[in-house]
């Protein structure tokens, strides 16, 4: 008999199905953590100051040396902010061994101190979020073969589920999370390509059910071929989700060249939303010209996951006011090493104040 697929709903919809079977509820975890050197230039891990006077504790996570599912894990509070940074030179490699010195971060311009400067390869909770739409029939199998490879390469100990998303989208892994990859590759196969590309919806649920993870850091990698076409929810909402979530978005566009050639302004569209997405959140967008580099491009993000820097910082400006604040990481010129860059998330949204009530007489 086979497993029946849950659908993931769309948040804040009020919209119900009998066809759908399962339903994700979630709790705000955080983000925050690490990756990978070779030993020789490894940092050593280091908790946190405490937080400034008044700053309220929320869920902390212990803080070890073993945080939950092994490795280290950053102590979290209210108000700290964790920043993943990736460096690279010139020719695009990455740049490990760099000091905290190196690195200057700004919050709305204004320079913050760095509490917190690690390196190291930790597991990861990751999403594969894959477009089941009709046009991806006869891409699917490299797609498939390329998230596996992705699978392969990362941390062994990461956990990770399978979206497959067309105009719904379905949680197809057994388990919330795993890290088995026969599990991993059943889910791949439920092909049923058909219908509309509802992204959005798809990256926001996939977004609320990450947050079930219980490792530090959280990661999408999103494949599609198209642009959306029936999302309830928007690109703007689904940015604003995952720079509430903290979470990176990869995103690997696969436009053919019939597409290109006579759906020119959809295409655009498709490519300026994936762009969008992975760079508020970090991460990174690819367009290959075949299906076949999929593959390898897997690898790289698989790559750049474990080769990120960590910062955190207390901000300076402690209001909880919800509000978005821009996040900008700065490297200092390093001797031998040429023009470097640096690449994060745009900012995030600080916590809003939980309204008192007031108490009656």
């Known amino acids: 008999m086979s497993t029946p697929r849950q659908v993931i709903t769309r948040p804040n919809n009020n919209h119900s199905s009998g066809t759908r079977l399962g339903v994700f509820a979630s709790a705000l975890i955080f983000a925050g953590s690490l990756i990978f050197v070779s030993p ?97 029939r006869d891409k699917r199998l490299q797609v498939n073969a390329a998230a596996l490879t992705f699978v392969k390469t990362s941390n062994p ?72 076409n029936a999302s309830r929810r928007t690109l703007e909402n689904a940015v604003q989700e995952a720079q509430r979530s903290d979470a990176l978005i990869y995103a690997i566009g696969l436009f053919s060249d019939e597409d290109l050639k006579h759906n020119r302004g959809e295409m655009k569209k498709a490519r300026r939303a994936l762009t969008t997405m992975a760079s508020a959140t970090g991460g990174l967008s690819f367009f290959p010209e075949n299906v076949d580099d999929t593959e390898s491009i897997c690898a790289q993000i698989a790559r750049d996951i474990r080769n990120q820097y960590t910062l955190a910082y207390y901000p300076t400006n402690a209001a909880r006011d919800g509000t978005f604040r821009a996040v900008q990481v700065d490297i200092a010129a390093q001797r031998g090493l040429g023009k470097l860059s640096v690449r994060t998330r745009a900012g995030y949204y600080a916590h809003a104040a939980t309204p008192t009530r007031a108490s009656g007489n």
């Open 40 to 136: 020789d230039h490894a940092q050593q891990p280091s908790q946190p100051p405490p937080p400034p006077a008044g700053a309220q504790q929320q869920n902390p996570v212990p803080t070890g040396p073993q945080g939950p599912g092994g490795g280290y894990a950053i102590q979290r509070d209210v108000n700290l902010v964790v920043l993943h940074a990736s460096v690279v030179n010139e020719r695009g490699q990455f740049v490990p061994g760099l000091k905290q010195d190196a690195f200057r971060v700004l919050e709305d311009k204004a320079e913050q101190k760095i509490s917190v400067f690690r390196q190291e390869d930790v597991p990861v909770s990751v999403g594969l979020v894959i477009d089941n739409s009709g046009s991806m």
């Open 157 to 228: 100990q990461d956990e990770a589920f399978v979206v497959n998303f067309n105009d719904d989208y379905y949680l197809d892994t057994i388990h919330d999370f795993t890290n088995d990859l026969t599990e991993m590759k059943d889910a791949l196969e439920r092909i049923d390509a058909r219908g509309s590309t509802a992204l959005y919806d798809a990256v926001i649920g996939s977004l609320d059910h990450l947050k079930k993870g219980v490792k530090d850091k959280k990661v999408l990698l999103v494949v599609t071929d198209g642009v959306d």
